[in-house]
Nanobody
Framework: VQLQASGGGLVQAGGSLRLSCASSGRTFSIYTMGWFRQAPGKEREFVAAITSTDGTYYSDSAKGRFTISRHIARNTVYLQMNSLKFEDTAVYYC?????????????????WGQGTLVTVSS
């Protein structure tokens, strides 16, 4: 299984972006899928996740502004980001958790995409 993230770009504060994560694997729907981000000089942090039963989880900073969803037939997970802030600037990574673990922990995810850069101008 390979993951390909896309959709990043430059946006003004208050704007929106939708990130996509396409999976090459047919068993995509049984995994928990997550989005993480890493800002310059900071550690990679949890943003959002969606389980195989479509349960969703968000970090406090993402709650109310971001929405994670998946399209099974397209093998794709999305992250809709609204009301973007300067502090949302980061490289965003999608990841798959095939073997379980704490849903907001990096260690639970064993497959990672290459990252897509989101830059929010203030």
């Amino acid at each position: 299984v390979q993951l390909q993230a896309s959709g990043g770009g430059l946006v003004q504060a208050g704007g929106s972006l939708r990130l996509s994560c396409a999976s090459s694997g047919r068993t995509f729907s049984i995994y928990t899928m997550g989005w993480f981000r890493q800002a310059p000089g900071k550690e990679r942090e949890f943003v959002a996740a969606i389980t195989s039963t479509d349960g969703t989880y968000y970090s406090d900073s993402a709650k109310g502004r971001f929405t994670i969803s998946r399209h099974i037939a397209r093998n794709t997970v999305y992250l809709q980001m609204n009301s973007l802030k300067f502090e949302d600037t980061a490289v965003y990574y999608c990841a798959a958790s095939r073997f379980g673990g704490s849903i907001s922990s990096r260690t639970a995810y064993d497959l990672w995409g290459q990252g897509t850069l989101v830059t929010v101008s203030s």
